[in-house]
């Protein structure tokens, strides 16, 4: 459990976090390669080995997020892909009851996310969670992504917070790590980012199985 007492500003990731990781990992997994074959008139296994290749090229980027990036490289309409299965975005179990618990704080409560403006958007008006947060942040409008240097640093000439009294929740790994390099003090990973995938091996962070572990809240 964190320090409730000594926290005055709650960061949430979005993707795995808050909302279920399936969404997105059957989108660009499975339906951009299938998507992307049709169009292009190749085969499923090429357009498979070209997409990751293309993913790894990127990896761990803003360009990673960027569907306005992805949009030209693949050459297809990812927003409108994205909309066509809006019906699986999902929020994970006992979010909503948290963040009405947080409401009622005096606590700073932001959603900060590697996700692209026109994604983030998306799933706000999918989820109807946005009025839980005082603001929400997409690491484009920093053009750094959470795991780069500097992220976190930055943040603080958008979003005014102390790093010794913020709790960051957040499924990756790597943008923990680098929450940590910058000094965010109370850092909480993700056990289960994807409801149809195992579970997360790591010692490095307390991990939260559900949401619900956190109520009442202190």
């Known amino acids: 459990m964190p320090p409730w007492s ?24 499975i339906l951009v390669p299938k998507i992307y074959s049709d169009t292009h008139q190749v085969s499923l296994n090429e357009a498979e080995d070209f997409i990751v290749k293309k993913y790894e090229e990127v990896h761990g980027t803003l360009d990673w997020y960027c569907l306005d990036y992805w949009q030209e490289e693949l050459a297809l309409d990812i927003t409108a892909l994205k ?10 179990p006992n979010v909503e009851q948290v963040l009405q618990a947080l409401q009622s704080s005096d606590k700073n409560i932001l959603l900060i996310t590697n996700a692209h403006p026109s994604s983030l958007e998306l799933k706000m008006k999918h989820t109807g969670i946005s009025n839980y947060f005082h603001r929400m942040i ?14 976190w640093e930055a943040l603080k000439d958008m979003e005014h917070y102390n790093p010794e009294t913020t709790v960051l929740f957040d499924d990756s790994l790597p943008v923990l790590r680098q929450a940590a390099r910058e000094k965010i003090k109370y850092l909480f990973g993700i056990s289960k980012p994807d409801s149809k995938k195992p579970v997360v091996q790591t010692n490095e962070f307390p991990l939260i199985e559900d949401f619900g572990q956190l109520l009442p809240l202190a």
């Open 6 to 29: 000594a926290i005055d500003t709650i960061m949430f990731d979005m993707d795995g976090t808050l909302l279920d990781l399936h969404f997105d990992n059957y989108f660009w997994q």
């Open 138 to 151: 997409s690491s484009h409008t920093l053009r750094l992504a959470k795991e780069n240097h500097g992220f």
């Open 83 to 92: 909309n066509s299965i809006k019906h699986k975005i999902q929020i994970r």
